[in-house]
């Protein structure tokens, strides 16, 4: 199953296909997430690690850059990428990185995206594109949650600020849609918005997902 999928990430990126290289990028990069821990040499599980990191990465930066009609994709990549961080290490850098690729999925679930597809899809195609983002939408501030829960039981001191700031935000969230099918979006995106705005200054410049 690995060979042929390198083979055709090989053809879509010489035919400059760049969204079914993405497209084979994830699914590798999902492939070595299950395999890094199966390994009985050390070098192997490095190797199937760090080959995971790099598709995720490769993926990421495709998707990141080109948001509209991947907006769910993009949001399963971002969970995908913090789990694997999160099975590393249950260590304060490997929840941060795990925090901040959570978080950079708020990108899907701003309004001027949610505006755009009401505006472009029919009425029963923005329905089903807003389920499915609800869905993604609960899944990854449960996630978030979680893992602002876990850095103030490592660090209270650093972190509580953000946990109480994430719990607020949680509790009373400051939105104006009344959208029934967008009003989770909209309560969401604010959530890790004021999240994002705590975390970024303690991050100590780590920008890196790798």
Known sequence: IYEPMEQALKI????????QAAAVHY???LTNSKLWTCQRDETKTRQKLSAAFSHYNMAFTYYSSSLQGNEPTFVLLCIDLASLYSSVSAEEDCVTKALGCCLESNLAFAPNVVNGFQTRLSSAQFSDWGRKMNTLATSVEELVLKLVRSLAKLDQTKYKDLYRSALTAKMKPEVDDQNESTVLLSKVHHVLSVIRTKFQPLR???TDNS
């Open 12 to 19: 879509y990126e010489q035919s400059g296909n760049l969204q």
């Open 27 to 29: 699914q590798l990069a």
């Open 204 to 206: 100590h410049g780590d």
